[in-house]
């Protein structure tokens, strides 16, 4: 049976409030079996408890605070972070890095946030799940500064060029893939063949970034599917196939 892996997917999000369980189901009748939910701030992180709860054998959580959450209290939320990582086991610290998209004043914040949060993940041994946003640059010198093999994980929701896809993989980073590859301007479909395919995972970061058909709708894990029949094509391979080895990959960087 074909087993498929969102390896990013904000399933607490308010905007599965109505049908998360719904949503859910749907998820595992389209063979989305293993869910991978990152951590935004510590607001969230009891409904993560609760989801983890309810679905012990699907759904496995990150612990982390994000870069655009990194406001004037980011230090109190590190703290969080580091009292949850010490409490028990995670999946992996994310989702982490830089956004300058956004907000370019907290740069610094951000930058200390990361590399503080890198070292989190060294010291118990975890992958960390990277978030980038107009901010290649940054994102890759601190990864520079923490190379090396204790330095891995996943460069989330990859919309770089070819070049910046080699280099995340130098740094032990798998390639986050998700309905940007479907985009018509997305750009990264062009040149995701080049890419050897035990460097990709498949991901929907829902509810956000929903692929074609459903583009600028709410995202959903079940639509992994859709994303797995696009590499596919790009890759010529069975369906499948890709979800074998993104499966596999997952396993690999997660070691669940």
């Not at 012990?56 to 580091?82: I, Q, R, S």
């Not at 995340?168 to 062009?190: E, H, P, R």
């Not at 058909?213 to 599917?225: A, C, D, F, I, Q």
């Amino acid at each position: 049976m074909m087993i498929l892996t969102d390896t990013h997917t904000h399933l607490y999000s308010e905007e599965f409030s109505d049908d998360r369980d719904q949503m859910i189901q749907r998820a595992f009748d389209a063979g989305v079996k293993r869910l991978f939910v990152p951590s935004i701030d510590s607001s969230y992180t009891q409904a993560m408890y609760d989801l983890e709860a309810k679905y012990p054998e699907n759904v496995f959580l990150m612990m982390g605070l994000h870069p655009t959450y990194v406001k004037e209290n980011y230090e109190e939320e590190l703290a969080h972070v580091e009292r949850e990582l010490a409490k028990r086991k995670f999946a992996a610290v994310g989702e982490i890095g830089i956004d300058l998209y956004w907000d370019k004043s907290t740069l610094k914040q951000q930058q200390y946030a990361f590399k503080h949060q890198i070292q989190l993940a060294k010291k118990y041994n975890l992958p960390i799940n990277i978030h980038c946003r107009d901010a290649f640059d940054e994102v890759f010198e601190v990864l520079e500064s923490e190379k090396g093999d204790d330095l891995f994980g996943i460069f989330h929701c990859f919309t770089g060029d070819f070049e910046q896809a080699q280099k995340a993989i130098s740094y032990n980073m798998k390639l986050g893939i998700g309905g940007v590859a479907t985009f018509k301007n997305g750009k990264i479909d062009q040149f995701l063949n080049e890419i050897p395919l035990e460097h990709i995972v498949l991901e929907t970061d829902s509810p956000y970034l929903a692929p074609v058909p459903h583009r600028g709708k709410r995202n959903e894990s079940s639509y992994t599917l859709l994303v797995a029949q696009k590499l596919a094509l790009i890759y010529n391979l069975p369906v499948e196939e890709i979800a074998r080895i993104t499966t596999q990959n997952a396993v690999n960087v997660f070691g669940i």
